[in-house]
């Protein structure tokens, strides 16, 4: 019997995936070298710092940790000159429909993310009251695929994880969620995310009826 719902944020509930490109580029512009969307695929799901490990390696550039993290501040800060203004209307489609259906049948929602700026986005979209729990990157000590972000959340929700269905948008995310022993729902394309029990494109497919058959 499910009886919470956990929810990945960057590329779920929202498409912060522009803003981290375009601070990520600007950055690799600064130290010299390009910076593609194809490349920004590989930062989806990852770390602020493992990310910056990725595009130092792909514009073949080794510095110190000091340097490091004084560029992933950088970048930080320019990220959230957009996501300071974001508004409602940037809410992927769906998300907020299957969000109320869940409540309206009793189901415990929590966000499971790796963004230590998960809090400004949900207070801007003015999603922050309908969560039960909140787990992200200022709480976990461990990266997906690790599952640690989603058992904290099924902890602070007081559910089992066999009790839990992950969404998730990233392939690291949905190993996470099958680790941690948990149902999990792909959003996005088969070809990325096989693995999960099921593959949507969004949250606007989703309804409780398909959740309930999971
Ligand atoms: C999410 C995004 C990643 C991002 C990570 C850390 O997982 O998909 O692209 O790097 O969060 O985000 P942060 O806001 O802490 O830099
Ligand atoms: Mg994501």
Not at 113 to 142: E, H, Y
Not at 172 to 177: N, S
Request: aromatic residues 6%; charged residues 30%.
């Amino acid at each position: 019997m499910i009886k919470a719902c956990l929810f990945d944020l960057d590329g779920v509930i929202v498409d912060t995936a522009r803003y981290h490109f375009i601070a990520w580029k600007a950055l690799a512009e600064e130290l010299g070298f390009e910076f593609t969307e194809k490349d920004n695929e590989r930062l989806k799901g990852v770390s602020r710092m493992r990310s910056l490990d990725i595009l130092l390696e792909i514009g073949n550039i080794e510095m110190e940790q000091e340097k490091k993290e004084e560029l992933a501040t950088r970048k930080n800060d320019h990220y959230r000159s957009f996501i300071t203004q974001m508004k409602p209307d940037e809410i992927l489609p769906g998300a907020t429909e299957f969000i109320k259906e869940l409540k309206e049948n009793n189901i415990k929602i929590a966000l499971g993310s790796a963004s230590k700026n998960a809090m400004t986005i949900l207070d801007r979209l003015q999603l922050t009251d309908w969560f039960d729990a909140v787990v992200d990157g200022t709480k976990v000590s461990k990266a997906k695929p690790d599952p640690e972000v989603f058992l904290k959340g099924a902890e602070e929700l007081n559910v089992l994880p066999g009790e839990c269905v992950v969404f998730e948008d990233a392939e690291a995310g949905v190993e996470a969620a099958l680790a941690g022993g948990m149902k999990c729902v792909g959003i996005g394309t088969p070809e990325v995310l096989g693995k999960a029990h099921l593959v949507v494109s969004g949250l606007h497919e989703m309804n409780f009826d398909k959740l309930s058959k999971l």
